[in-house]
């Protein structure tokens, strides 16, 4: 008899990585912690592997005085502090696409400049004026520069020209619905909405992308994936770093809109969304707005029971002692801003009716682990009272987010031997052992 085998599809036909076309980008905030500590080291990993066009470059916008050279000078440090000791050879192709504007954000002139720098950027590098504007900026500017970017670079050019610009903004996007509408407001008057990219860099770590795969690329978890069989589902990000240098930022933030409103959430209607049509953005996206729409809103009056926040005080991590938030640096003590938050949240759909979800971001935790754990419902009767097992441990799902990439399942097993023993087992699948 033939063992059945199921069928693989070969690697080389899915796993194809397409270089991006001619393109050129201009980050706004170069010179600050996103573009230091994630994109340039980033870009240089894509550009690495082929990924980014020949003809790439990157325009670095930022109130800092700097010249091209000290600006790839930095980027060098940046992209040694992330990938190690990587050697001038493999640096210069990239770094010597790197160049450097600085000016003030309010003034028009800064824009002038900019525009004439891209004009002479695209014909040195022949991207056909395709470019992308990423906003590495603290949010309260975000309005600020999308307004300058109408008039000065962006609405001057028109139809297909035009069609080529996109704009990256990160989060958070506003402060509460009334300035968040005020922004896109702002955004929509110069860029249409295929143009604009509202993200999120959560969502593009591959064991988050990894969620839509897991539940829609397998027959066997989607049937079980509702309220008959699962109890409860915990999101957690725990984070060991504080606020570092980031408390002018972050103090008027906080956990809610720095974490939760955005990562999480965003982990959150991955798992319990409804299986979009196809892997289109409007599709996935549509899904996911029916999903935040089913979050059953906090009532004012309970919230108690349903929300704590917190802030660190000072401790120790490995030994060494470390601020409370109130401590750090640049943070005003007069503000209540949150470290830490836990919510107990539930979706008020046809799938999810009476499951809690717990949510849980924080700095200064004992460990950096983000993780998502499905809890399944305990057997409905242990045949096993005999031997003393009344009650079965639940079957848990674990989705390892990072640092730990994986995916465990716990299952009850039979110990070896001649008494009826049991044992929690665990089927784990490690991204680093097996690509
Ligand atoms: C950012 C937050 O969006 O995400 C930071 O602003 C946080 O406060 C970071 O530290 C965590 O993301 P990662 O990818 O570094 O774990």
Redesign the pocket.
């Known amino acids: 008899m033939q063992k059945i085998r199921p069928t693989v599809i070969p690697e080389e036909i899915i796993c194809a990585e397409i270089p991006a076309p001619p393109n050129g980008m201009i980050v706004f905030g170069a010179s600050g912690d996103l573009a230091r500590r ?1 994109l340039i080291p980033s870009l240089f990993r894509i550009f690495e592997r082929g990924l980014l066009s020949e003809s790439f470059y990157l325009l670095g916008c930022g109130r800092k005085k700097l010249s091209d050279k000290d600006f790839r000078q930095s980027a060098i440090q940046a992209i040694r502090e992330k990938s190690g000791d990587t050697g001038a050879k493999e640096l210069e192709p990239f770094i010597n696409r790197l160049y450097y504007a600085s000016g003030d954000y309010n003034d028009p002139s800064f824009y002038e400049h900019i525009d004439s720098r891209v004009a002479e950027l695209d014909q040195k590098h022949e991207t056909q004026n395709r470019y992308v504007f990423y906003l590495a900026v603290p949010p309260f500017l975000y309005g600020t520069i999308v307004e300058q970017l109408g008039p000065h670079l962006h609405c001057r050019r028109r139809g297909d020209l035009r069609q080529r610009v996109r704009l990256i903004v ?2 958070p996007f506003g402060r509460d619905l009334q300035s968040a509408v005020e922004l896109n407001t702002k955004i929509q008057k110069c860029f249409d909405e295929s143009q604009i990219y509202r993200i ?3 969502l593009g ?1 591959e064991t988050v992308q990894n969620i839509l795969m897991f539940r829609f690329a397998n027959a066997i978890f989607e049937p079980v994936w509702n309220r008959n069989f699962i109890d409860h589902i915990q999101i957690t ?1 725990a ?1 060991s ?1 504080g ?1 570092e240098h ?1 408390a002018g ?2 103090d008027k ?1 906080g956990a809610l809109r ?2 939760f409103q ?2 999480m959430l965003g982990m959150l209607s991955l798992v319990a969304m409804e299986p979009p049509v196809s892997f289109e953005a409007d599709s996935i996206r549509d899904e996911k707005v029916k999903l935040l729409r089913s979050i059953r809103t906090f009532d004012p009056d309970s919230l108690s029971s349903f929300m704590v926040r917190g802030q660190y005080g000072p401790g120790t991590v490995n030994g060494e002692q470390v601020a409370g938030y109130r401590q750090e640096e640049g943070v005003d003590a007069e503000l209540r801003t949150e470290t830490f938050v836990a919510a107990k949240v539930f979706v008020d759909n046809w799938r999810w009716k009476g499951v809690p979800f717990y949510l849980r971001t924080g ?1 200064r935790l004992a460990c ?1 682990d ?1 993780e998502i754990a499905i809890t399944f419902k305990q057997v409905p009767h242990s045949m096993f009272v005999s031997a003393g097992l009344a009650e079965m441990p639940a079957n848990v799902l674990v989705l390892q987010i ?1 640092p730990e990439e994986g995916i465990s399942l716990s299952f009850q097993a039979k110990r070896p031997g001649s008494k009826v023993c049991m044992s929690t087992l665990r089927m784990d699948f490690s991204y680093r052992e097996v690509f």
Do not use: G, L, P
Request: no cysteine; aromatic share 14%.
């Open positions: 994630k990160e989060k999120d860099h959560y770590k990000i984070e770093i606020v980031r930022y972050y933030a720095d974490m955005n990562h700095k950096k983000t990072q």
